[in-house]
DNA sequence: CCTCAAGTCCAAGATCTGTTGAACTTTGAA
DNA sequence: TTCAAAGTTCAACAGATCTTGGACTTGAGG
């Protein structure tokens, strides 16, 4: 299985963290992740197809928000909290915040 | 001139904030008018052309972003902060100050 | 070895974005 | 009434994005 690429700390972007976070169906994963602590691709199928996810997976790993740690034929995709918190403190956390009123306010 | 729509407060939504901020031309834009208070386009044509700032303006008032008041053959565009901070309270202000640090890095 | 489950890769298509030039509208001032 | 300045509209285009189906790879277990 070929190396998995993240970006360093340092190359992660604002633009290209909130580009990844406007996204709906990125958004939703990153919720489920910030519940779920990690989780494999079988956590999302509900939401989108396998094909499909592994493109929205990529994106956000790309974009360095998640970490995907291979174990055996599964990948655990978690959230690079401490990274994005160096990077951009309280970011994500907020964006989490008002994404979960807004899922809340939609049931 | 045509009524120049603005979502209503209610009408704001996360995603679209951050993917109108999500491009680099338009966090310039923000920048600007966090600096300025309000600005004509004469303020942005340096940093892009007058048809493709129309676009961009457009997007970042669609998204309920800025708010625009025509004043004779001007329109003065402005951040729509009391909107925004009553919906997203202090996210338009981090992404300023992070956007701020980004661009005075690369220089 | 064979097979299954997890997930990727590839090619294609539909749609959305960002950008442009040329023509147009609106308003203020000469 | 004519003119210029501010900005919009439109059609067009290149490139990016999202989505899909089908074939593929990789690792675990029987």
Redo the contacts with the bound molecule.
């Keep these: 299985?070929?190396r998995i690429h993240h970006p360093r700390r340092e190359q992660i972007h604002l633009a290209g963290v909130l580009d990844s976070l406007s996204?709906p169906?990125r958004l939703e994963i990153v919720l489920r992740l910030d519940t779920l602590g990690e989780a494999?691709?079988?956590e999302f199928l509900d939401a989108?197809?396998?094909?499909?996810?592994?493109?929205?997976?990529r994106?956000l790993r790309e974009a360095g928000v998640t970490r995907?740690s291979p174990i055996?034929?599964?990948?655990f995709t978690s959230l690079r909290r401490k990274d994005l918190d160096a990077r951009f403190p309280g970011l994500l956390e907020m964006i989490i915040g008002f994404a979960r009123e807004a899922a809340s306010a939609d049931a």
């Excluded at 989108?48 to 997976?57: A, Q």
């Design positions: 299985m070929q996204d169906t494999t691709c079988a989108c197809s396998k094909t499909n996810l592994t493109y929205h997976l994106r995907v055996g034929t599964q990948r």
